[in-house]
């Protein structure tokens, strides 16, 4: 569904333009811009692609295409990660980030005037995540186009574009927690999200964090962009997504990028998939409860062990991605009890377990990709959102979209994963839940098809790229 229309083509081919595509190595960020770069490339043999991340990312990133003829107008280059000799890494995850974002802008003009000399080609045009925002700076000393990529949806990228207003109508700290039930109905689209559902470092929490200070200077600058990708779809008809095109110059909706561009097919080792069809044997209900809350979040040991009571008081059959290291947070015995039921595994095809008709609810954090994953499949879902955007999402999901609930009280208790299974699998909101989500894959679908918007759009990016000069 993410090919292009077989008779497009590129308006203006030219041998001598050299893109400069610059990852944030954290996180799940590199590999969908890395999948970006691969099909721009495809398109346009001519074009050089430098891609440029940490050596470890890169090793990630590349490492996908091991079974893939890497296209040879791609060469990634590796950039250093900012952490210095003898380095022991003291428990907090964002030094890392800090580090390598302080020493990435001499870094990376280092490693491009580097692939310039190799490649005897001077950069046409830089493409990088967003959160690298002094990007900007330097196409701009260099005269060229920034096309910075928003890894997720249009909601989460409002906030901060709108985080000055915000902090202006509502106050912050503690002001902010007194109002923090009130709507945001003064940023348009908002109306349904609440302050509490609004990342950390915009009103409440640490706004002295750098990533909470990387955010809000990303937003500021992106005015400056020749165009701004996100991961989203204009058929969800979001006024949000209607307001940000008239403030952003060339707003490109490439589609969520998990579907759109998903990373090589992995085996399903723990034979996910020949358990769930024997589960379907004998009827066609789709009850099984598919849970993980991906690589970075992490339940606390009480909240793994209440989520586990639950699956049991329950009776539902289950699979569970759980990795090996917080297995010790079960509770006793439930490793054997559960045998009959579920499933425990430390990896699950996830996109291929959605589509699975066996499916009927997806218990997770609310992430982006699992999210949008959800919705391709028309399955409902279950969140415990943990930090960034999660909240935010979450709130899409139950109070705008209406295909899924937040754990009440936003923490994992026994008691409420047994209420929100008995409402999705066999209450009237469930069925009004499942509707709703059949009709949102539906829009997706349109998206993403061969001749969607986020397909048209894909033909824009490729229209900058060609044309940059």
Known sequence: MSNLSPNYN?????????????????????????????????????????FFSTNESNNKTFLGCKDEILLPNIKAYDVWDGMPKGYVFNGNPQEPIELFMVSA?????????EAEEEKGRKVSCMIGDSFLWFVVEMAEEKGVPWVPVYMSEEHSLAVHFYTDLIREKIGIQGIAEQRKDELLEFVPGMSKFRVRDLPDGIVMGNFGSFFSKMLHQMAQVLPRAAAVCVSTCAELNSAVLDDLKSKLPNLLCLGPLSLMMPPPKTPDTNNCLVWLDKQQEGHNKAEVVYVSFGSIARPSPSEIAALAQGLEASGVKFIWSLRDDLKEHLPHGFLESSRKNGMLVSWAPQTDILAHDAVGVFITHFGHNSVMESVASGVPLIGRPFHGEQMLNGRLVEAVWEIGLEVEGGVLTKDGVVKSLEKILHGDEGKKMRENVSGLRSLVEKAISSKGSCNEDFKKLLEVVNKSC
């Open 10 to 50: 590129p308006k203006s081919s030219n041998d001598q333009l050299h893109v400069a595509v610059f990852a944030f190595p954290f996180a799940t960020h590199a590999t969908p811009l890395f999948n970006i770069t691969k099909r721009l490339a495809s398109f346009a043999p001519t074009i050089i692609f430098s």
């Open 105 to 113: 802008p001499g870094s990376l003009r280092k490693a491009v005037a």
